[in-house]
């Protein structure tokens, strides 16, 4: 009765052959050859930036890799973690995004926290901090 | 005897009374498991995090030791990262021939997965006895304090990664392709496509910017 109850629930789309595994991310060998073909780009293309020292600045170098960075992890999310906005009802794409909120605080927050520390407590900046040591 | 009573006309009212709007039995999403696998996955996305904005405040801090551009080889990390690529999708080769019931195959991609995996770990405890050997320990700068404690977190990723692969090959080989070997490689997959994925930012982040003057 209860498998009846699901499969009436999930009756919008049906899938032939994952009856033993349902709502398992469907797999191709088209995605996973796309996914790999795009990463070998996204990869080699930071790696020549680099070793080839394309750009004069390496401000710019370090923008760019990182950009490809995240083009490239864009790119495996879809392709190899089969990430959309409708597996498991909605709640992995959720998970994702507050995540990538938590993971940005703490990595800008950091830096920039401690980018300011370290810039205002070079000895020396502290008037008369030499006298009030112990 | 009472207690029986009192239960049948208890149940005979809620019964009778009225239809009921609510869940007899607790309502279980479909593969729980691959969700709860994949919030696991996300805390260790923040594990990572944490590590990678230590390095990232620390990682200039070289206490007149070597630099990055002094210790860092790129083509051995574009060895290591084409490893690591290759490993993902001969893993999703594996995965390909396991939606099509094919034992055998599923065994040999898996093997293949396996074999990378250790290619990209040797090179990298080559590089961490490399680096050891000439004086660039964990104790020598804050740098390298949060550079050998984040990569080598990867690495002990993917080392577990290997032994729970080689458990799941003997799994399968015993049992073949019950439900529950499914679920587990399909568990499996997402850690080692998560693994690739940090070591995206990793061979950006620590080896290619770390090079930069």
Redo the contacts between chains.
């Keep these: 009765m209860s498998a009846h109850d699901d499969t009436a629930v999930h009756g919008g789309h049906h899938d032939d052959h994952h009856h033993d595994a349902p709502g398992a991310p469907h797999s191709t060998f088209k995605g996973y050859m796309t996914g790999f073909v795009l990463s070998v780009i996204l990869t080699a293309i930071p790696f020549w930036l680099v070793m080839g020292k394309v750009f004069d600045k390496s401000s710019t170098t370090a923008l760019v890799i990182l950009l490809f960075a995240a083009v490239q992890i864009v790119v495996h999310m879809i392709y190899f973690l089969h990430m959309n906005a409708k597996s498991e009802g909605g709640w992995t794409m959720l998970a994702l995004i507050f995540t990538l909120v938590l993971v940005v605080i703490t990595l800008s927050g950091s830096l920039w926290v401690m980018y300011h520390l370290n810039h205002n407590m070079m000895p020396g900046m502290m008037p008369g901090d030499i006298h009030t040591q112990p | 005897m009472s207690e029986t009573t009192a239960l049948s006309t208890a149940g005979a009212v809620g019964t009778a009374a009225q239809p009921r709007f609510y869940l007899t039995?607790e309502h279980h999403?479909?593969?729980g498991t691959?969700?709860g696998f994949?919030?696991y996955l996300?805390s260790d996305?923040?594990v990572f995090?944490?590590l990678?904005?230590?390095y990232?405040?620390l990682g200039r801090s070289f206490a007149a030791g070597p630099s990055g551009a002094d210790l860092f080889e790129?083509p051995l990390v574009?060895l290591n990262?084409t490893f690591l690529?290759l490993s993902?999708?001969t893993y999703?080769?594996a995965?390909?021939e396991m939606?099509r019931n094919r034992l055998r195959p599923t065994i040999a991609w898996l093997v293949v997965t396996g074999l990378l995996g250790l290619c990209f770990l040797s090179v990298e405890l080559y590089e961490f006895a490399h680096l050891i050997h000439d004086g660039a320990t964990p104790q020598r700068s804050a740098f390298l304090s949060s550079f050998f404690a984040l990569v080598g977190t990867h690495g002990l990723h993917v080392t577990f990664g290997i032994v729970w692969l080689v458990t799941l090959m003997v799994q399968i080989g015993r049992r073949g392709f019950i439900?529950e070997n499914?679920?587990r490689l399909?568990c499996l997959s997402?850690f080692w496509?998560?693994l690739?994925?940090v070591w995206?930012?990793v061979?950006?982040?620590v080896y290619?910017?770390g090079?930069?003057?």
Aim: proline share 6%.
């Design positions: 039995r999403p479909e593969n691959l969700l994949w919030l996300m996305c923040l995090a944490c990678f904005a230590i990232g405040v790129l574009a990262t690529l993902s999708i999703g080769f995965m390909l939606q439900p499914k679920r399909m997402m496509h998560f690739d994925v995206i930012g061979f950006t982040f290619l910017m090079v930069l003057p």
